[in-house]
């Protein structure tokens, strides 16, 4: 195993009625808040009228109309915000993108020039405002993880930003906001933390035996919640399952001791960014098709073994068991509603060949992956899921 780090400060506050600690807890961070959220599911579903009323003593500011993969002038707006008004705390309620664009607006608030600058230089991040989150949407693990994924629309770039000072202070995880979910939600949520786990699973491991263990243990929990949220949107304990798996699938815990750089992540980045697509959706496109391009000699042990302590396929050939589970991970996203072509969601292949340098540029994919891929690799990849 190797030596690590392992650092989380933030406080979760997990289950029923958590809310309710919103105002004595921001009371510690500050008055002026500054509200980030989404494009209005919080006002149907009842949870923006809650956060005001619990919180009307406060100086409240607003910041709506987040988009789903989040845009650099929304930070932008953000940032001018909290100058104008001197805000002391962001908080975001809603989905990864809401957490996102706070935590980027927290430490553009501290800076003098255009926000991307910190993107593209983290030595320019120095400060940040707290973030305080009400989660809306299980995904990305943003609540308890220290980056965030912008995109700027201007260059059709989606980076992600990362500093130890980005953690929420406080996230307010709730289960039952997931009831409201649509379909397609809960099923690319769940498809985005599949991906996460399988970002850090698929990487050398030298004896963190632990961090293996827990991994299968989270992708066991989507392949059975899953369904079930989908079918019965309000089973609580489907939903609370699958939430705690977001989280403790992107907070670090589940790549100590060891770890590299992502693969399917930097690919679908790029649709993200070219096509606006949702990226658990872009995730199910490529995902299999990644691992069939990568299975070989080297990498054939480890599907082997995700077949068998995942999917408990055990054949005499590994060969055979790692082609069961990636045609039963495949199966699991059709049977999610998740589209399965690039075809499917209007993507054609006329930028291929620029998503597939753009992702080499912008990622560690060709050099400190588990396999790496050069920029003709990827248009294999994307041509096999055209
Ligand atoms: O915008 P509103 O109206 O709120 O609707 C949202 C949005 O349309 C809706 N929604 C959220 N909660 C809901 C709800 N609708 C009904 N009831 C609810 N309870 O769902 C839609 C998607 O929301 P979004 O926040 O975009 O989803 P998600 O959490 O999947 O975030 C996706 C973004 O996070 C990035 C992705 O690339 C993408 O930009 N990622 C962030 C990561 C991180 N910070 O660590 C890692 C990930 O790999 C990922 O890249
Ligand atoms: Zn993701």
């Known amino acids: 195993m190797k030596n690590f780090t392992f650092h989380v400060p933030t406080d979760i506050r997990f289950g029923k ?10 009371e510690k961070l500050g008055r002026k808040i500054l509200l980030v959220y989404g494009g209005g599911s919080i006002k149907r579903t009842g949870l923006y009228s809650t956060v005001m009323d619990l919180l009307q003593d406060f100086e409240m500011y607003e910041l709506p109309g987040i ?3 989040p845009k650099l002038s929304s930070v932008r707006e953000g940032v001018r915000i909290c100058k104008e008004k001197g805000i002391e705390v962001i908080l975001a309620v809603g989905g990864g993108s809401c957490i996102d664009a706070a935590k980027h607006i ?3 608030a501290y800076y003098d020039g255009d926000p991307w600058d910190l993107m593209l230089d ?5 400060q940040a405002l707290p ?10 693990g943003s609540e308890m993880n220290s980056g965030a994924v912008i995109t700027n629309e201007e260059t059709n770039e989606k980076l992600e930003i990362n500093g130890p000072i980005l953690y929420p202070r406080l996230s ?12 397609s939600q809960t099923a690319a949520g769940t498809a985005d933390i599949i991906s996460h786990v399988f970002e850090q699973y698929f990487q050398p491991n030298d004896g963190a035996y632990i961090t293996d263990r827990l991994s299968e243990a989270v992708l ?3 392949f059975k919640y899953g369904p079930i949220a989908m079918s019965e949107p309000d089973n609580y304990e489907a939903r609370s399952n699958l939430m705690w798996a977001s989280t403790v699938g992107l907070n670090h815990l589940l790549t100590v001791g060891k770890g590299g750089a992502w693969s399917v992540h930097p690919i679908e980045h790029e649709l993200s960014a070219y096509y606006d697509l949702t990226h658990g959706a872009g995730l199910a496109i490529l995902t299999p098709a990644w691992m069939r391009y990568v299975l070989c000699d080297k990498t054939v042990k480890r599907f082997a073994m995700y077949a068998e302590n995942v999917w408990r396929i055990q054949t005499a050939n590994p060969y055979d068991a790692a082609n069961a589970a990636i045609d039963r991970t495949e199966d699991f996203f059709k049977v999610l509603g998740l589209p399965g072509r690039l075809s499917e ?7 291929f060949e620029e998503m597939a340098s753009e992702a080499v540029r912008t990622s560690g994919i060709s050099d400190r992956s588990y396999f790496p891929l050069e920029k003709e690799d990827i248009v294999r990849i994307f041509e096999r899921c055209a």
Do not use: F
Request: aromatic share 4%.
């Open 17 to 26: 009625g958590q809310v309710e600690v919103l105002p004595s807890e921001l």
């Open 67 to 69: 988009e789903p993969n």
């Open 106 to 108: 927290s430490c553009g």
């Open 122 to 126: 983290r030595s320019k991040m120095t």
């Open 131 to 140: 973030v305080v989150d009400v989660l809306t949407i299980c995904a990305t």
């Open 172 to 183: 307010i995880c709730d289960p039952q906001y997931l009831y409201t979910l649509p379909e």
């Open 220 to 222: 066991k929990t989507c």
């Open 345 to 351: 969601v209007g993507i054609g292949p006329e930028r």
